[in-house]
């Protein structure tokens, strides 16, 4: 039973490590969430592993998980590009954990999680979004007026824009932007100065 689970948590420690630094980490530059992941799916993985081969009931591993279920990160809020691979972590977890149809079973399912994350967080099948809370001292008649006047100062593409409070007395305006950045080429130097328009040919 134990070499079982050394060679099952073997399986999950490539499948997180693939997960955590060679999709998250290069795509987002976070280290710190990304040995979240892993610690997060290494302590599953152990929960799991002494539920399945102890004598706990169903109860308590419905007990376990209706923990981590009402766990909140109070620090910060995770997006839900971050929450999906929390989910996946978990899943990656219990998927080598528990022993249903033998080991080539677990490596399907993680590779296909893996190949899934892979393609679906690829940045060139969906541009990166984020979101922001900004405060304009100005009133905006419509949305698209607010709409141009943030894309031009932020210089970014705005998705969605949701105006939380509108303030007549003090002419603000407080919103909640989802937006992605604008690709910036570079500006050219020339001889007249940085970004100066070229002479004209024959002149």
Known sequence: MLLDALMRLSFDAVAIGILAFALYYRRHGRSDLAVLLCLFNLGVFLAVIVIVGGEFGVSAGLGLFAVLSV???????????????????????????VDVGGI???????????????????????????????????????????????????????????????????????????????????????VHGVGAPQPAAGG
């Open 71 to 97: 766990m909140r990160m109070r620090s910060e809020t995770f997006s839900a590009r971050e929450l999906g691979y929390f989910f996946t972590a978990l899943a990656l977890a219990i998927v080598c954990a």
């Open 104 to 190: 080539a079973f677990p490596l399907a399912l993680s590779a296909a999680a893996l190949v899934a994350v892979a393609l679906l967080d690829h940045p060139r099948l969906m541009r990166s979004t984020r979101t922001m809370d900004v405060t304009v001292e100005l009133v905006f008649a419509d949305h698209d007026a607010l709409r141009r006047h943030l894309e031009e100062r932020l210089n970014v593409d705005i998705a969605d824009v949701r105006v939380v409070e509108v303030d007549y007395v003090r002419e603000v305006t407080r919103a909640e932007i989802r937006c992605s950045d604008r690709s910036t080429s570079p500006t050219p130097i020339t």
